[in-house]
């Protein structure tokens, strides 16, 4: 009764929210037992909901569980990786016909100095990647050196490809209905006579003499098949005879007669005059020397080199040279005892001569 008394003194509106709070205090209360059984274990109250999934639903669990154990239901899931599609590859941009505007700026690539283009100019240039602001500007060797904005160098390549491969300093006739095969064949021989001094340390060792050289003259004929290549080849064939007076044994003479191939190799051309050089490589025909009663035969190997300068006169070309020759011996034949030191030896000359050539065609 007091409460309702002090509630007379109040007015309307503070009675009617003391009301709404007395009952929503009422409402929590009854809400919160309810929650407690819940979760006491006591088992829902007989007002509360559950759904069972398998009676709602008609789904057996079990029987997944036993799909998901089996072994070959798990393979059949297994992830198939995707198909294998090869990494895509990285093209360099083709080079390219292009012409410099007047005022490009070129920057070395090396020194990274840059010039200014004063007019137009045809280069090969290639962009740094497909599509880039900058392209490299190409040398004779193809390698780049200069670099320049893209729009510097404007493309001409299809201007360029439309043009015909046609060379302008050819020029092109009709075909000739008849033809002919030249077949002559042109040699050229060399007639030669030589005035040579001789070292006989070789013979005064088989005479035992004290005169170590002599003087020998040599007449050879050398003949070329002439070809347009570098050298000429050919053979050579020369006799060789000499002696020496010796202040002990007197006169001595020898003499030999010698074949094999020879090339020869023509340079400094000029219109009434040439250089030829001459290598011959030979081998003894016949090879000997005497003193009476005493008579040698020896077999003889050897090269020779020469050098002469050709002239052309009103009679043929003449020419004037120099010559060396070595050459080894061993003796095949003696009239006497020999020691061993006197059996094989060899003998060098050095010389003057003049030839006369001569051609021919077959």
């Known amino acids: 009764m007091d409460v309702f008394g002090e509630a007379q003194g109040m007015d309307k509106f503070s009675l009617n929210v003391f009301f709404l709070c007395l009952c929503a205090m009422t409402c929590l209360h009854c809400f919160a037992d309810d929650l407690d059984d819940f979760l006491q274990d006591a088992g829902p109250s007989k007002d509360s909901l559950l759904i069972d999934l398998e009676q709602a639903t008609g789904a057996n669990f079990e029987v997944v569980d036993d799909l998901v154990r089996q072994e070959d239901f798990i393979e059949d899931l297994t992830f198939k990786p995707p198909r294998y599609k090869p990494p895509r590859a990285f093209t360099s941009p083709e080079p390219y016909t292009a012409q410099l505007k007047t005022g490009s700026i070129l920057i070395n690539l090396k020194t990274k100095k840059g010039f200014k283009v004063t007019k137009p100019l045809i280069v090969k240039a290639k962009e740094v990647i497909s599509g880039s602001q900058r392209v490299f500007i190409l040398d004779k060797k193809g390698e780049s050196r200069y670099e320049t904005l893209t729009r510097n160098a404007v493309n001409i390549e299809p201007t360029v490809s439309l043009n015909p491969k046609i ?35 070789y013979y005064s060792t088989i005479f035992r003499g004290d005169k170590q050289s002599a003087s020998s003259n040599t007449v050879g004929t050398k003949s070329y098949f002439l070809t347009d290549f570098y050298f000429q080849v050919g053979v050579n064939i020369h006799y060789n005879f000499g002696f020496w007076d010796d202040p002990t044994l007197g006169t001595l003479t020898f003499q030999g007669l010698y074949f094999g191939p020879s090339i020869m190799r023509s340079f400094w051309q000029k219109d009434e005059s040439r250089w030829n050089l001459h290598i011959s490589a030979f081998k003894s025909l016949l090879h000997e020397s005497e003193k009476a009663p005493d008579r040698h035969s020896y077999s003889t190997i050897g090269l020779q080199g020469e050098i002469e300068k050709e002239f052309k006169t009103g009679y043929g070309p ?7 020759r070595w050459s080894r011996s061993s003796v095949k034949e003696t009239s006497e005892f020999l020691r061993n030191e006197a059996l094989k030896g060899q003998v060098t000359a050095f010389g003057v001569y003049a030839s006369y050539r001569f051609n021919w065609n077959l």
């Open 167 to 201: 060379n302008p300093n050819l020029v092109y006739g009709d075909k000739n209905r008849f033809s002919s095969i030249d077949t002559e064949k042109k040699f050229s021989h060399f007639l030669s006579y030589h005035f040579e001094s001789v070292r006989t340390d």
């Open 318 to 324: 003449y020419t004037l040279g120099l010559s060396y």
